[in-house]
């Protein structure tokens, strides 16, 4: 009876029946949620590729460098361009009696047998390896006692990884060839070494391993080491070794080299990371497209659900769990896409690291699981939050509402002054943003701000160009009146896909704006700076990089080539600035940067400057050895507005201060370069070796002739190589060309998924308006009327999209050139405005919207009448 008494419980409803609901819908409109799942795809495909192929060179670089390291704890390195004398390596074993020290000769090769790309030569000596490296251990290497005995009595012999011989089919006794800027070096095969671990297998893909005097002999470093490599137990061991060292050797940790390598990349890399951020941002309209579009078109369904005791929280659950979906399979597509675009991509990333950074050779694309999680999460929280909108939309609205049709475009239509608001606040933010000098993602910040605020103010501009395009469409006809109409009647449908598409082509705009300028500064800093009738140097190991020096009797005879007017010589070393004075005050800093040392200006005085000594040449006295002239990307990588009054440089005599006597521009480094005239470079650096030079021919002479003669001279010599000003000029821009096409790549697939989001609206429009085209069929509209209204709809929003994208692709252009490329390399470019980058621009807009518009218009056109109108 007790229990007969008690209150009835009230069940709770179940979400079973709206995921069956959820299940039956993805059948009927697949395409529509397949385009979607696309859009997700593709924008995570592009952050993914670019994570992928960024990590893959920079963790081919670091394995190739824990390789060589081993377990030392920290390492010996020299200031001077020769290497640390290897009497330091005696000195520190026997006096400080530090036993657990390895010496290391290393410098990159060119070997033709092993698929011509620049691998890491590495002399080592066996007695001091194990404590450090154990890959010459028995149970890793097939080298054998007799192959021991010849690794270190022979010269010129190596051992590589079984993996590498295996994959170029070299086996053992095999001759070799490598190539050291043009000097072919026979080598034999030895041994091979195959370790357990696989990280360590594809360190020792770029590797050969050789005795530490074949090292010394085949790279030039006689009685020089590269560095020597440390395991220190205590403080008490660093205190004894730093009293041994010279003035030219610094002691770091084994963890700072590749904490510096990271860094000289950094902006390269968050660069393209945000470019391929773009792709995502025009994906997330995609999103929302497609999700506000399933809200809309479930209106009157969501209505009689709440009226039979649907709850809001459930409507909410079923979205964005609907969503959830979406992205989790949109981001796993995306995954396996971003693979398949990094293996391609991979080599472009590589070569301009080669070109402007530090050698690297991968062999393979890297894939650590923490890259493709982020590339799930990302692609996940993307998709939520571009549905959290319409999600709460759709919960918030009441029943009686819901089935109303037209209630949603009721609420955009008030809400297009506030659009407009809002545009005005983020606008304002970023530009706040981007005038903090904060750094690179900070100026990122900003950018993303401006496209946001752009986007949010689509819709209220959309209205208004609609409005002044109808009187101008009535001449169509009946047409010409329902396009613009529809168009601001589904205003918070077709907005978004024009803010996608605007979006898309705005990045189009800035970045060929941002390209083409630099591509014209480029071409006329070649001009000014390359002056020079003809130029020799050795053959360079990577693209734009010179691994090598010139034979000291090629350089004498040069000197005296008849017909030759003036000579001047170049040489470079890696060093450290220290400080930067302005008068009394000293502003401590350190960074690498390019050291040149010139002996004339092979500019002849037409190098740009943005700075000048009391206006004057900076030359002559530069030859006198009064100053240095330094680069405009040291100073701004060093956030620096104004010029110093001197700098100081690390130098095998310990540190250097120099005047500075100009600031100029130069683009073939973002690191910063130093221009020191020859005698101190000499005198200091202790480094007489010459790595190009620039040749001036007398008026009266044929230049032709003087470079045939020079080329007949050094005919078969491989270590030689004569260029006219021409062809260096052609090769500068190709690689100038080949650091962007991954660029060009990237803007193509964000027009890609931009289009997708196009077709998706359109598509999701024609869906929700199958009764209206019943009635107009009804009436007497024929198929052939609806293909023209449907693809002058689509033509307007092309028009919309393109007219808009102007304005922010020169607005993304201007941040891009005087905020994040200064930001991010220290490069001023002089920003040129072609008209053909905007009317491509808005060709592409029209032609992606028009294109986007046939499916659509084509199931219009075979809706059947009777079933149209019934529709409900």
């Given at each position: 009876?007790?229990?007969?008494?008690?209150?009835?419980?009230?069940?709770?409803?179940?979400?079973?029946?709206?995921?069956?609901?959820?299940?039956?819908?993805?059948?009927?409109?697949?395409?529509?949620?397949?385009?979607?799942?696309?859009?997700?795809?593709?924008?995570?495909?592009?952050?993914?590729?670019?994570?992928?192929?960024?990590?893959?060179?920079?963790?081919?670089?670091?394995?190739?460098?824990?390789?060589?390291?081993?377990?030392?704890t920290h390492q010996i390195e020299s200031i001077a361009p020769a290497g640390i004398d290897e009497s330091v390596y005696l000195q520190i074993r026997q006096q400080a009696g530090l036993t657990k020290t390895a010496p290391i000769v290393d410098g990159y090769v060119l070997a033709p047998d092993l698929g011509n790309q620049p691998l890491r030569l590495v002399g080592v000596d066996l007695f001091s390896e194990p404590p450090f490296r154990n890959y010459f251990a028995s149970e890793n290497?097939?080298?054998?006692?007799?192959?021991?005995?010849?690794?270190?009595?022979?010269?010129?012999?190596?051992?590589?990884?079984?993996?590498?011989?295996?994959?170029?089919?070299?086996?053992?006794?095999?001759?070799?060839?490598?190539?050291?800027?043009?000097?072919?070096?026979?080598?034999?095969?030895?041994?091979?070494?195959?370790?357990?671990?696989?990280?360590?297998?594809?360190?020792?893909?770029?590797?050969?391993?050789?005795?530490?005097?074949?090292?010394?002999?085949?790279?030039?470093?006689?009685?020089?080491?590269?560095?020597?490599?440390?395991?220190?137990?205590?403080?008490?061991?660093?205190?004894?070794?730093?009293?041994?060292?010279?003035?030219?050797?610094?002691?770091?940790?084994?963890?700072?080299?590749?904490?510096?390598?990271?860094?000289?990349?950094?902006?390269?890399?968050?660069?393209?990371?945000?470019?391929?951020?773009?792709?995502?941002?025009?994906?997330?309209?995609?999103?929302?497209?497609?999700?506000?579009?399933?809200?809309?078109?479930?209106?009157?369904?969501?209505?009689?659900?709440?009226?039979?005791?649907?709850?809001?929280?459930?409507?909410?659950?079923?979205?964005?769990?609907?969503?959830?979906?979406?992205?989790?399979?949109?981001?796993?597509?995306?995954?396996?896409?971003?693979?398949?675009?990094?293996?391609?991509?991979?080599?472009?990333?590589?070569?301009?690291?080669?070109?402007?950074?530090?050698?690297?050779?991968?062999?393979?694309?890297?894939?650590?699981?923490?890259?493709?999680?982020?590339?799930?999460?990302?692609?996940?929280?993307?998709?939520?939050?571009?549905?959290?909108?319409?999600?709460?939309?759709?919960?918030?609205?009441?029943?009686?509402?819901?089935?109303?049709?037209?209630?949603?475009?009721?609420?955009?239509?008030?809400?297009?002054?506030?659009?407009?608001?809002?545009?005005?606040?983020?606008?304002?933010?970023?530009?706040?943003?981007?005038?903090?000098?904060?750094?690179?993602?900070?100026?990122?910040?900003?950018?993303?701000?401006?496209?946001?605020?752009?986007?949010?103010?689509?819709?209220?501009?959309?209205?208004?160009?609609?409005?002044?395009?109808?009187?101008?469409?009535?001449?169509?006809?009946?047409?010409?009146?329902?396009?613009?109409?529809?168009?601001?009647?589904?205003?918070?449908?077709?907005?978004?896909?024009?803010?996608?598409?605007?979006?898309?082509?705005?990045?189009?705009?800035?970045?060929?704006?941002?390209?083409?300028?630099?591509?014209?500064?480029?071409?006329?800093?070649?001009?000014?700076?390359?002056?020079?009738?003809?130029?020799?140097?050795?053959?360079?190991?990577?693209?734009?990089?010179?691994?090598?020096?010139?034979?000291?009797?090629?350089?004498?005879?040069?000197?005296?080539?008849?017909?030759?007017?003036?000579?001047?010589?170049?040489?470079?070393?890696?060093?450290?600035?220290?400080?930067?004075?302005?008068?009394?005050?000293?502003?401590?800093?350190?960074?690498?940067?390019?050291?040149?040392?010139?002996?004339?200006?092979?500019?002849?005085?037409?190098?740009?400057?943005?700075?000048?000594?009391?206006?004057?040449?900076?030359?002559?006295?530069?030859?006198?050895?009064?100053?240095?002239?330094?680069?405009?990307?040291?100073?701004?990588?060093?956030?620096?507005?104004?010029?110093?009054?001197?700098?100081?440089?690390?130098?095998?005599?310990?540190?250097?201060?120099?005047?500075?006597?100009?600031?100029?521009?130069?683009?073939?480094?973002?690191?910063?370069?130093?221009?020191?005239?020859?005698?101190?470079?000499?005198?200091?650096?202790?480094?007489?070796?010459?790595?190009?030079?620039?040749?001036?021919?007398?008026?009266?002479?044929?230049?032709?002739?003087?470079?045939?003669?020079?080329?007949?001279?050094?005919?078969?010599?491989?270590?030689?190589?004569?260029?006219?000003?021409?062809?260096?000029?052609?090769?500068?821009?190709?690689?100038?060309?080949?650091?962007?096409?991954?660029?060009?790549?990237?803007?193509?697939?964000?027009?890609?998924?931009?289009?997708?989001?196009?077709?998706?609206?359109?598509?999701?429009?024609?869906?929700?308006?199958?009764?209206?085209?019943?009635?107009?069929?009804?009436?007497?509209?024929?198929?052939?009327?609806?293909?023209?209204?449907?693809?002058?709809?689509?033509?307007?929003?092309?028009?919309?999209?393109?007219?808009?994208?102007?304005?922010?692709?020169?607005?993304?252009?201007?941040?891009?050139?005087?905020?994040?490329?200064?930001?991010?390399?220290?490069?001023?470019?002089?920003?040129?405005?072609?008209?053909?980058?905007?009317?491509?621009?808005?060709?592409?807009?029209?032609?992606?919207?028009?294109?986007?518009?046939?499916?659509?218009?084509?199931?219009?056109?075979?809706?059947?009448?009777?079933?149209?109108?019934?529709?409900?």
């Open positions: 009876m007790t229990a007969a008494l008690e209150p009835q419980r009230e069940p709770q409803s179940s979400n079973r029946p709206l995921w069956r609901m959820a299940w039956r819908r993805f059948q009927q409109r697949s395409l529509q949620y397949l385009l979607c799942l696309l859009g997700v795809a593709l924008g995570v495909a592009m952050l993914v590729s670019i994570d992928l192929a960024n990590g893959s060179a920079q963790t081919a670089f670091e394995l190739s460098t824990d390789a060589i390291a081993g377990r030392a290497q097939t080298v054998g006692l007799a192959g021991l005995q010849t690794f270190l009595t022979e010269p010129n012999t190596i051992v590589l990884s079984t993996d590498v011989a295996r994959r170029y089919q070299v086996d053992l006794g095999d001759t070799l060839t490598l190539d050291l800027a043009g000097r072919l070096v026979p080598v034999r095969l030895v041994g091979k070494v195959q370790p357990e671990s696989t990280t360590t297998q594809r360190a020792l893909s770029s590797l050969i391993f050789t005795d530490i005097a074949t090292a010394q002999e085949i790279l030039q470093r006689s009685g020089h080491l590269s560095h020597i490599d440390l395991i220190a137990e205590s403080e008490e061991d660093l205190d004894a070794i730093a009293t041994l060292l010279p003035e030219d050797a610094k002691l770091e940790t084994a963890a700072a080299q590749k904490n510096a390598v990271r860094q000289m990349t950094a902006a390269f890399r968050l660069n393209l990371t945000a470019l391929s951020l773009l792709a995502l941002v025009v994906g997330m309209f995609l999103i929302y497209n497609t999700v506000t579009f399933s809200v809309v078109q479930r209106r009157p369904l969501f209505g009689v659900l709440r009226c039979l005791g649907t709850t809001p929280r459930q409507l909410f659950t079923l979205i964005m769990g609907e969503t959830a979906i979406l992205g989790i399979l949109g981001s796993v597509l995306g995954l396996g896409l971003g693979i398949v675009l990094a293996r391609s991509i991979v080599g472009l990333i590589t070569q301009t690291i080669n070109d402007f950074y530090f050698v690297v050779s991968v062999q393979q694309v890297a894939i650590p699981p923490v890259l493709l999680v982020k590339g799930m999460l990302i692609g996940i929280s993307s998709a939520l939050l571009a549905a959290l909108v319409p999600a709460i939309e759709a919960m918030r609205t009441s029943p009686q509402t819901i089935l109303q049709r037209s209630s949603l475009e009721n609420k955009v239509q008030k809400l297009l002054p506030w659009l407009f608001l809002s545009w005005v606040v983020i606008t304002v933010i970023g530009i706040g943003l981007l005038r903090l000098k904060a750094g690179l993602v900070v100026a990122f910040a900003g950018l993303f701000a401006i496209v946001l605020g752009s986007a949010l103010l689509t819709p209220p501009v959309t209205a208004a160009l609609m409005k002044l395009v109808q009187p101008l469409t009535q001449s169509l006809g009946v047409l010409g009146r329902l396009a613009p109409r529809d168009i601001v009647r589904s205003l918070s449908r077709t907005s978004v896909a024009i803010a996608a598409l605007m979006v898309a082509v705005s990045v189009i705009v800035g970045v060929s704006i941002m390209v083409g300028s630099f591509r014209v500064t480029v071409v006329q800093w070649l001009d000014q700076t390359l002056q020079a009738d003809i130029y020799v140097t050795p053959p360079s190991t990577t693209a734009n990089r010179v691994l090598g020096q010139l034979d000291p009797a090629v350089v004498a005879e040069m000197k005296r080539w008849p017909g030759l007017e003036d000579v001047v010589t170049y040489n470079d070393t890696d060093a450290t600035v220290t400080a930067f004075t302005y008068g009394d005050q000293t502003l401590e800093i350190e960074r690498s940067i390019k050291l040149i040392s010139a002996e004339g200006d092979v500019s002849h005085g037409q190098r740009p400057y943005s700075w000048r000594q009391d206006s004057i040449d900076p030359w002559p006295a530069l030859n006198r050895g009064e100053g240095v002239i330094v680069s405009e990307a040291l100073l701004l990588k060093a956030n620096l507005s104004d010029p110093p009054t001197s700098i100081t440089i690390d130098s095998p005599q310990g540190p250097q201060t120099f005047p500075v006597l100009a600031v100029f521009y130069d683009y073939s480094s973002d690191q910063g370069t130093v221009i020191l005239d020859n005698d101190p470079f000499i005198q200091i650096w202790g480094d007489e070796g010459i790595a190009s030079m620039g040749l001036f021919t007398a008026p009266d002479i044929d230049l032709d002739t003087v470079v045939e003669d020079l080329r007949e001279r050094y005919q078969g010599r491989t270590d030689v190589v004569v260029q006219s000003t021409r062809s260096l000029r052609d090769g500068s821009l190709e690689i100038f060309d080949r650091t962007f096409a991954i660029t060009q790549a990237l803007r193509l697939l964000a027009v890609i998924v931009a289009f997708i989001g196009v077709l998706s609206a359109l598509m999701s429009l024609q869906l929700e308006r199958t009764r209206e085209i019943g009635i107009l069929r009804a009436t007497g509209m024929t198929p052939q009327q609806l293909w023209w209204m449907t693809l002058l709809e689509t033509g307007l929003m092309g028009n919309v999209a393109g007219f808009l994208a102007m304005p922010l692709g020169y607005v993304l252009a201007w941040i891009l050139i005087y905020v994040i490329n200064v930001r991010s390399f220290g490069w001023t470019l002089q920003m040129q405005l072609n008209p053909s980058y905007f009317w491509q621009a808005w060709l592409v807009a029209i032609v992606a919207a028009l294109l986007a518009g046939i499916y659509p218009a084509w199931r219009l056109s075979r809706v059947t009448v009777a079933s149209a109108i019934r529709e409900e």
